[in-house]
């Protein structure tokens, strides 16, 4: 369909500066390295730079218009249609819907938002709707799977990501004969207006943690932006035992289903798995998922509650909960023999917490600890991080996780100011380092946690973004210990 910048304005708030309202256009962007001849370049004021110092780079590329917040950016672009609107970022999310034929109202969307557990609860519902026989697709933190399968490689590095890139994969769904999307809804895509125009059938809402708090400035704004969420969802499915989303979903009028620690039962945690029960209106199911960590109890909750919203009977949900598996780093096991190593993207206290309380329940030696926190983010989060690893782990090392522009070492200072000394507790900067030196540690029942990266492949040190994966180091490490002890033999 052929649209002229009219289309794109209709029935929207607009200053018209100059131009004209029928040059043809054939794509909208917001970064100016992605402009096309015949695109509209929006103007996006983000944390560290406006984008209006981009506008000429963008009409060099071929924007065609320039669309903007202020005025003043109209004299840098005198050549190219111009106008004035209230919220770009709101803008941006209804152009780009609309330029691609509003794709999300064709397609059965779930947004999933939640301190932690999002990218779990995501995956654990497009695995059972998969397993039901629909195409499903999952979009968030790990890129973007079709049927269970990783189908790009290049995706935005955003948990949600922008307005742009997800309408177009919304309008390539429609053309793989994809019915269901399940979206990861964080709480800046949710503040930053990226989910404005997407048509979502349900909201699902996990709980209310302590993360972002430095992008939002407070607990009140991050409420806040994870509340938007509701008024966009035509249904929404609730934790009851967050307290927060307990008492917000009390006053919606909105279609509630609720999960929670009622509704699913953990029965026995078990090193590899866990036995679950379920209780509805009518009976009790009993299962075994071949995973554990208690808080995964939750994350299952949540999924059966959201597919069970779909009118999908648990007669038919039951025999597939067997068949769940966690995404890539989280809970990851990479050794279980003789000592376990798990990898984990718990980088929130609520979520250190809940992966070392569950670990500390099975192993049956001692629980090693490796983990950081990330540079340029909330930093009083740091000391009390630190505490929770102390709490539970006989022998931890601090290390760099992401430092940005911070000094590791002063991170990891922050990590440990609130603890006595112990000789069982090391700083060590290099996060290889601090993986073998943990690795060398390990005896027989022992259990490892390496916490706060997961799936991450690089590392972002001062300005430089470098390969770095903890499954790879550990599984390299691994090898080359195995082949220094047989050739001590």
């Not at 309202?21 to 054939?26: C, D, G, L, Q």
């Not at 202020?70 to 780009?96: C, M, Q």
């Amino acid at each position: 369909m052929a649209f002229v910048i009219a289309d794109l304005l209709k029935d929207w708030p607009c200053t018209w500066l100059h131009g004209s309202f029928n040059e043809k256009v054939r794509g909208v962007k917001e970064d100016s390295r992605d402009v096309q001849t015949g695109d509209v370049f929006v103007v996006i004021k983000g944390r560290h730079a406006n984008g209006a110092i981009y506008i000429y780079e963008a009409i060099r590329n071929g924007a065609v218009c320039v669309i903007s917040e202020n005025r003043e950016d109209g004299g840098y672009a005198k050549e190219v249609a111009f106008g004035i609107v209230p919220n770009t970022r709101s803008f941006l999310s209804h152009a780009s819907s609309r330029i691609h034929g509003n794709p999300s109202e064709h397609l059965h969307v779930v947004a999933v938002t939640g301190t932690n557990g999002k990218t779990t609860v995501s995956h654990m519902i497009g695995q059972l709707l998969t397993f039901l026989g629909y195409h499903t697709a999952v979009i968030g933190t790990l890129g973007l799977f079709v049927n269970g399968k990783k189908v790009i490689d290049d995706f935005p590095s955003l948990t949600t990501w922008s307005a742009t890139h997800l309408h177009q994969t919304f309008a390539m769904l429609l053309k793989m004969n994809v019915t269901h999307v399940i979206i990861e809804a964080s709480s800046m895509g949710l503040a930053q207006h990226r989910l404005d125009h997407c048509f979502i059938q349900q909201g699902v809402f996990l709980n209310i943690g302590h993360d972002h708090l430095e992008d939002h400035k407070g607990i009140e704004a991050y409420k806040k932006a994870k509340c938007r969420l509701l008024y966009l969802s035509e249904k929404i499915v609730v934790n009851e035992d967050d307290p927060f989303w307990f008492e917000i979903a009390k006053q919606s009028e909105k279609e509630v289903k609720w999960f929670g620690k009622k509704h699913l039962i953990l029965e026995k945690l078990k090193p590899l798995s866990m036995d679950l029960k379920m209780k509805d209106e009518e009976r009790e199911y009993s299962f075994e998922v071949g995973f554990n960590g208690v808080y995964n109890t939750s994350n299952i909750a949540a999924a059966i509650a959201t597919v069970s919203q779909m009118d999908i009977p648990m007669s038919l949900i039951l025999p597939l909960l067997p068949r769940l598996t966690l995404p890539a780093g989280r809970f990851q096991s990479i050794i279980q023999h003789p000592f376990q190593v798990v990898i984990d993207y718990a980088h929130t206290p609520e979520a250190l917490k809940h992966l070392l309380s569950s670990a500390a329940q099975i192993t049956t030696g001692k629980l090693l600890v490796v983990f950081g926190c990330g540079g340029d983010r909330d930093q009083s989060k740091r000391s009390e991080m630190g505490e929770i690893a102390a709490q539970y782990a006989q022998y931890l090392w601090v290390t760099s996780d992401n430092p940005r522009s911070e000094d590791p070492l002063k991170i990891c200072q922050q990590i440990i100011e609130n603890l006595p000394y112990s000789n069982r507790i090391q700083i060590e900067i290099d996060r290889a380092k601090a993986i073998e030196q943990a690795l060398r540690f390990l005896k027989p029942g022992d259990f490892l946690c390496i916490a706060g990266k997961g799936h991450e492949s690089t590392q972002h040190i001062g300005n430089q973004i470098l390969p770095f994966s903890d499954e790879q180091t550990v599984r390299e490490l691994l090898s080359s210990l195995s082949t220094s002890l047989n050739n001590e033999k």
